[in-house]
């Protein structure tokens, strides 16, 4: 099969006109004012974060623009992180299929999301150091928040009546016991460290390496069933809008969810940011590097930032989450965005790619070949090609010829992360 860098997926073309009268099309709501800040202490070095805010998912169509925001918290080295900086967004994106709509493009984005996680920890561990690093990936397109991480830094979600919702899964293993039992049934050993005297000190490991998360970009001296398949959460905020708060462990070991939401309420988004710091800061010292950005999604009407809630408030103001299927949106998406309610598109969380990647012929997503790496994006001949359901027993499909497909060495990276064999034993 040809390198990484070789044969490369090749995308039908669709005509500009077309694909700005879908956007037209799928227009419900004007587009909202999005603003940020940023504040951060440094302690190792080991923190780096993305801002991307004239991202297009039409190319020179200022209409189809969305943001980026994402954090990277390091450990052994920074090398991991500013890897990720620098690669995960455009490997993201070179996932998603050309000619999308924006509901199309949205709805292929979780899975897109998958791929350039993985694809992003592949590369970086064919570089042989041994560093790794969280990874919390938000995009923000108008009303529509998706959120994909790996480690424990968070993204909270801040609606307008005070409710503070948390957008992603901490994958600690101290606190996570579904992902104890999955490191441990992939061939991982999970405990805390000895001392001297045979005494257990700190928080719950993964053995080899020690390290206290189940999922990570890198650390290749761990073992692959520490994954980079992040868990992923998409939602659609009504038109009142809302804040996110993403931060490093820095500031969530320091405060809760709903202390650093209401640190920063009334405030604009850069001081915001700072303020949430600060919260940390005055509240545990600067133990670890501690960073934050703010995010703050207005209606174009409102130029505020989310206010404190009353006092007394009806318990019906609340925000609360309804799942709804994907051929559901319309008139219901309209009277959800009337009441202040936040929509739940997608959730999912599971470790295993056959899972995560699904079927070419139950996704709705057009494809562009037949034989096409559903990670690294590498076109490949019918005999290179093995479909990521084949031999799983977490498939969601019995045909073993059926998409997406998988190049050998994505295919080994599988492998070996569900524990079938030892990391970097290849097949051929």
């Given at each position: 099969?040809?390198?990484?860098?070789?044969?490369?997926r090749?995308?039908?073309?669709?005509?500009?006109?077309?694909?700005?009268?879908?956007?037209?099309?799928?227009?419900?709501?004007?587009?909202?004012?999005?603003?940020?800040?940023?504040?951060?202490?440094?302690?190792?070095?080991?923190d780096?974060?993305?801002?991307?805010?004239?991202?297009?998912?039409?190319?020179?169509?200022?209409?189809?623009s969305?943001?980026?925001f994402?954090?990277?918290?390091?450990?052994?080295?920074?090398?991991?992180?500013?890897?990720?900086?620098?690669?995960?967004?455009?490997?993201?994106?070179?996932?998603?299929?050309?000619?999308?709509?924006r509901?199309?493009?949205?709805?292929?984005?979780?899975?897109?999301?998958?791929?350039?996680?993985?694809?992003?920890?592949?590369?970086?561990?064919?570089?042989?150091?041994?560093?790794?690093?969280?990874?919390?990936?938000?995009?923000v397109?108008?009303?529509?928040?998706?959120?994909?991480?790996?480690?424990?830094?968070?993204?909270?979600?801040?609606?307008?009546?005070?409710?503070?919702?948390?957008?992603?899964?901490?994958?600690?293993?101290?606190?996570?016991?579904?992902?104890?039992?999955?490191?441990?049934?992939?061939?991982?050993?999970?405990?805390?460290?000895?001392?001297?005297?045979?005494?257990?000190?700190?928080?719950?490991?993964?053995?080899?390496?020690?390290?206290?998360?189940?999922?990570?970009?890198?650390?290749?001296?761990?073992?692959?069933f520490?994954?980079?398949v992040?868990?992923?959460?998409?939602?659609?905020?009504?038109?009142?809008?809302?804040?996110?708060?993403?931060?490093?462990?820095?500031i969530?070991?320091?405060?809760?969810?709903?202390?650093?939401?209401?640190?920063?309420?009334?405030?604009?988004?850069?001081?915001?940011?700072?303020?949430?710091?600060?919260?940390?800061?005055?509240?545990?010292?600067?133990?670890?590097?501690?960073?934050?950005?703010?995010?703050?999604?207005?209606?174009?009407?409102?130029?505020?930032?989310?206010?404190?809630?009353?006092?007394?408030?009806?318990?019906f103001?609340?925000?609360?989450?309804?799942?709804?299927?994907?051929?559901?949106?319309?008139?219901?998406?309209?009277?959800?965005?009337?009441?202040?309610?936040?929509?739940?598109?997608?959730?999912?969380?599971?470790?295993?790619?056959?899972?995560?990647?699904?079927?070419?012929?139950?996704?709705?997503?057009?494809?562009?070949?037949?034989?096409?790496?559903?990670?690294?994006?590498?076109?490949?001949?019918?005999?290179?090609?093995?479909?990521?359901?084949?031999?799983?027993?977490?498939?969601?499909?019995?045909?073993?010829?059926?998409?997406?497909?998988?190049?050998?060495?994505?295919?080994?990276?599988?492998?070996?992360?569900?524990?079938?064999?030892?990391?970097?034993?290849?097949v051929?």
């Open positions: 099969m040809a390198s990484g860098e070789g044969r490369r090749h995308h039908d073309l669709v005509p500009l006109a077309a694909l700005l009268k879908r956007e037209m099309k799928s227009e419900k709501m004007e587009k909202p004012t999005v603003r940020y800040g940023h504040a951060a202490q440094s302690k190792k070095g080991e780096y974060f993305l801002v991307k805010t004239d991202c297009q998912r039409v190319p020179w169509n200022s209409s189809t969305f943001s980026v994402a954090i990277f918290d390091g450990h052994n080295g920074n090398a991991a992180a500013i890897f990720a900086r620098e690669h995960l967004l455009n490997h993201v994106l070179s996932a998603l299929p050309r000619g999308l709509g509901d199309e493009w949205l709805q292929a984005l979780p899975r897109a999301l998958v791929a350039g996680f993985v694809k992003t920890d592949k590369e970086f561990q064919s570089r042989g150091e041994t560093s790794g690093t969280t990874a919390t990936f938000v995009i397109d108008r009303w529509t928040v998706t959120v994909a991480s790996v480690g424990d830094s968070r993204c909270i979600l801040d609606t307008q009546g005070g409710a503070v919702t948390t957008l992603t899964v901490d994958h600690r293993l101290e606190e996570n016991i579904e992902e104890r039992e999955r490191v441990t049934a992939s061939g991982g050993e999970v405990g805390r460290l000895s001392i001297v005297g045979g005494a257990e000190i700190g928080p719950l490991r993964c053995w080899p390496g020690g390290l206290c998360l189940s999922r990570s970009i890198g650390d290749m001296d761990v073992g692959e520490i994954v980079p992040p868990y992923v959460k998409q939602v659609k905020l009504s038109n009142a809008g809302g804040r996110l708060v993403i931060a490093s462990d820095g969530w070991d320091a405060v809760s969810s709903e202390v650093a939401a209401k640190s920063c309420r009334g405030l604009p988004a850069e001081l915001a940011a700072t303020q949430v710091v600060k919260e940390a800061l005055r509240t545990r010292g600067l133990k670890d590097d501690t960073t934050c950005i703010v995010v703050d999604i207005i209606p174009p009407d409102n130029e505020l930032p989310p206010t404190p809630p009353p006092k007394k408030h009806n318990k103001r609340e925000l609360f989450f309804r799942k709804r299927s994907r051929d559901s949106a319309g008139k219901l998406s309209k009277k959800l965005s009337a009441i202040n309610i936040v929509e739940e598109l997608f959730e999912e969380g599971s470790a295993m790619l056959a899972e995560r990647l699904g079927s070419d012929e139950n996704s709705g997503q057009p494809t562009s070949g037949l034989f096409v790496c559903a990670v690294c994006q590498v076109d490949l001949a019918p005999s290179e090609g093995i479909s990521v359901h084949a031999g799983s027993i977490f498939s969601t499909s019995s045909k073993p010829w059926q998409g997406p497909f998988l190049c050998f060495d994505c295919r080994d990276k599988k492998d070996a992360m569900e524990g079938k064999r030892p990391s970097g034993v290849k051929s």
